[in-house]
C-alpha cells in the first residue's frame, strides 16, 4: 500500500523544528487573540442592536496583529536561544532561560523603557521561562511516581496471586565473550 514513512521523534534539521515552533505560536496568537478582541468586542462600546458584528469586526481586524507579534516574538526568541546554545557548545535548560531574558530586556527597551525597566523585563522574562520548566519537572516527576506506584501494585498483585515474580539480574561491566554469553532469556530469573 505504498511506502512506509519513517517516524521522526525529532526533526532532522533544527530549522524545522523553529519554523513548526514559529507556526505553532503564531496559530495560538491568532487563536487567542480572535477569542479576546471578540469578546471584547461584544461587551465594550458597540450598541445592542450590531453587538455581534461589532465583536466579528474588532476580531478580524485585531487576531493578525495579535498572531504576528506572537509569532515574531516566537522567532527571535528561536534565534537567541540558537546563539546561546552554540555559545555555549550545548543545548540546555539555561540556553532558553538566557533567551527568554534577552527578548522581554528587549521588550521592555524598545517600549521605551530605561535600563530599570529593562533589567525588570529580563527578570520576568527568566522567571517566566524558569516557572514553565518548574511545572514541566514537577508534571514528569509525578508521572514517574504514578508509573512507580503501577509497577509496585502490579508486582504485589503478582506475590498475591502466587505467581513468581521477574527480577532483573544487574549487567556486568566485564566484557564477556560471546561464547560465554548466556541467552536473553537467563538474563531475566525467576524465584
Not at 519554523?19 to 465594550?44: D, S, Y
Request: with cysteine.
Amino acid at each position: 500500500m505504498g511506502r512506509d514513512l519513517p517516524i521522526y521523534y525529532s526533526y532532522p534539521h533544527p530549522v524545522y523544528g523553529v519554523v513548526v515552533f514559529v507556526g505553532e505560536l503564531f496559530l495560538w496568537g491568532a487563536t487567542g487573540g480572535a477569542a479576546f478582541h471578540f469578546a471584547r468586542g461584544l461587551v465594550h462600546g458597540v450598541p445592542s442592536d450590531v453587538r455581534l458584528a461589532g465583536a466579528v469586526h474588532a476580531a478580524s481586524a485585531n487576531a493578525p496583529r495579535v498572531a504576528g507579534t506572537l509569532g515574531a516574538y516566537c522567532a527571535a526568541f528561536s534565534a537567541f536561544e540558537e546563539a546561546f546554545s552554540h555559545a555555549r557548545g550545548g543545548r540546555d535548560m539555561w540556553c532558553s532561560v538566557s533567551a527568554s531574558a534577552a527578548i522581554w530586556g528587549l521588550h521592555s527597551l524598545r517600549r521605551g523603557g530605561g535600563t530599570a525597566a529593562t533589567a525588570g523585563g529580563a527578570l520576568l522574562g527568566a522567571a517566566g521561562i524558569l516557572a514553565i520548566y518548574g511545572f514541566e519537572h514537577e508534571c514528569m516527576v509525578r508521572e514517574s511516581r504514578r508509573a512507580d506506584a503501577d509497577d509496585l501494585l502490579c508486582l504485589k498483585q503478582m506475590i498475591d496471586r502466587g505467581e513468581p515474580t521477574p527480577v532483573a539480574l544487574a549487567a556486568s561491566r566485564v566484557a564477556v565473550p560471546d561464547a560465554e554469553r548466556p541467552p536473553v532469556e537467563m538474563l531475566f530469573a525467576m524465584y
